[in-house]
């Protein structure tokens, strides 16, 4: 797997850092509101199991599945999947996201969770490619891991075609992986 990744663009031991960054933010907010964290499937898994972990005080865990009908993830016509499995009423509910790319994806999410009236509703995601977004999209992340450039990166949960989500760290593909 190694071979068809051009460049690691954050290693493994910058991802853990930055895990270890972003939890001891949400600590401070969180530690005393027994939080609900909603991981969006599945490109999250790998930064959700470590950020829970870091979670040293109560908290819940949930998770939804979304995904885009018609024709790549542009569309912006979105599907709910995998509903969460929680009553949010009144509760302070985090979102952590893999990637925020075009933004599609966590706007509806976002609303999704919005229309169940939670008492608070914040986005934590590691990556964010802003060069990418939707203008139509004005939402913005609460929290932030790292910012990236507008490059296709597998690893760390994030895939292509299903694949090297499982790699330790983030990185670039080359791109005749692409056109294999
Ligand atoms: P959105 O474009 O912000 O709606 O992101 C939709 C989804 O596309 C993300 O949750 C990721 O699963 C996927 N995605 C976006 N950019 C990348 C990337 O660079 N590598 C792998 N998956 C990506
Ligand atoms: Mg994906």
Known sequence: MRND?????????????????LSAILREEYKDKDPLFVGVLKGVVMFYADMVREADYP??????CISSYGSGTTSGKMVVKKDISADIKGRHVVILEDIFDTGNSLDFTYKYLMSKEPASLKICTLLDKPERRNPAVTLVPDYVGFTIPNAFVVGYGLDYDEHYRNLPYIGILKPEVYTK
């Open 5 to 21: 990744i051009e460049t690691i663009l954050l290693t493994e031991e910058q991802i853990q850092e930055k895990v270890k960054e």
């Open 59 to 64: 908290c819940q865990m949930d998770f939804m």
